[in-house]
């Protein structure tokens, strides 16, 4: 059994892997549940290697993102593959021993999913959300299902992180862009807010869509701090072929609450990245044939840190 692209990759689908490559791979991966979603869905995180550098990387903040979640998950499973068995994965032999070389000196903490409830509706509708208050108050918000970013309340996580940012808005008249009832509101902020201060780490990558592009750039911080993402930022672009966002628009006059690398930026000051995949043009429901290409874009780029 080995993880395959080009398919719906569903929320049972992922807790089936989370569990079969914990199995197959107890040798240098681990499996933990981190938090539950309001439906009360597991957001799982998967540590990969034997350092004691560690690193995070994220996907499926937003809901309708749905291309990077199996392409993390089949990036861990190929790690996985190349460090305990290389001769029986199809890599190039440079990338073989990057990774053997990494793991020994890092771990990469995966959470593939942070946003399982939004991640649901996005694929197969408002009916995936069990409970029945939650349901129809997202069904009221009167957005098509396939264009749900939101987690299974109709809060934008990306917007939920405390911040210098942060700013609240209705959701009646601003829904789009709805930060929370209060920075780091939501259960899955939590979650990943936890993670962020529980484990040292040297540095942080969240993957979204569409774009292609990376974002580096932090008005709250330092020179130096923005000196350090530039350069972390270029890298990605040699590997990804993707474009460097530009500094004014990493965040502008009407942005509301706090993101991902705001929040890690500004309480672990160490590099923070947005990637963005799939092209800016792609349609809503992002087509699993993304999944593929995406892969081979992205597969190198845990380890600039």
């Known amino acids: 059994m080995s993880i395959k692209l080009g398919r719906q990759y569903y929320y049972d689908d992922f807790i089936e892997d ?20 309001y439906d009360t869905r597991k957001i799982m995180m998967l540590k990969l290697g034997k350092g004691t550098k560690n690193i995070i990387c994220t996907g499926g903040v937003h809901a309708r993102e749905t291309i990077n979640t199996i392409v993390l998950m089949k990036m861990a499973e190929t790690y996985c593959q190349a460090f305990l068995n290389p001769d029986n994965v199809e890599l190039e032999e440079f990338l073989k021993k990057k990774i053997n070389y990494y793991l020994e000196e ?16 996005s694929l197969k509708g408002f009916n995936e959300i069990k409970n029945e ?14 264009e ?9 996580l990306n917007r939920n992180f405390p911040s210098i940012t942060w700013r609240s808005k209705s959701p009646v008249k601003d829904a789009d862009i709805y930060s929370g009832d209060y ?26 869509s569409r774009g292609k592009v990376i974002y580096y750039y932090r008005h709250a911080m330092w020179n130096a701090y923005n000196v350090r993402q530039k350069e972390l930022a270029l890298e990605l672009s040699r590997l990804t ?44 429901p992002l087509d699993v044939n993304y999944q593929l290409k995406t892969y081979q874009e992205i597969i190198e780029t845990p380890f600039i840190f």
């Open 183 to 208: 920075p780091g509101s939501e259960l899955e902020t939590k979650a990943l807010m936890e993670v962020f201060q529980k484990i040292t780490s040297t540095g942080y990558i969240d993957y979204h």
């Open 106 to 121: 890092y771990s990469i903490y995966f959470i593939p999913l942070l946003n399982p409830d939004g991640y649901m509706i």
């Open 18 to 37: 989370c569990l079969h490559l914990k199995n197959q791979y107890s040798e240098i991966l681990e499996v933990e549940e981190i938090g539950k979603s």
């Open 241 to 284: 072929g993707y474009y460097l966002g530009n500094p004014e628009d990493e965040f502008k006059p009407d942005q509301i609450g706090g993101n991902t690398v705001h929040y890690y930026s500004e309480y672990i000051e160490n590099p923070a990245l947005t990637i963005e995949t799939v092209s800016e043009n792609a349609s809503l």
């Open 133 to 146: 208050e939650l349901r129809e108050y997202n069904k009221n918000m009167k957005i098509p299902y396939y």
């Open 148 to 156: 749900w970013k939101y987690n299974g309340r109709g809060r934008d």
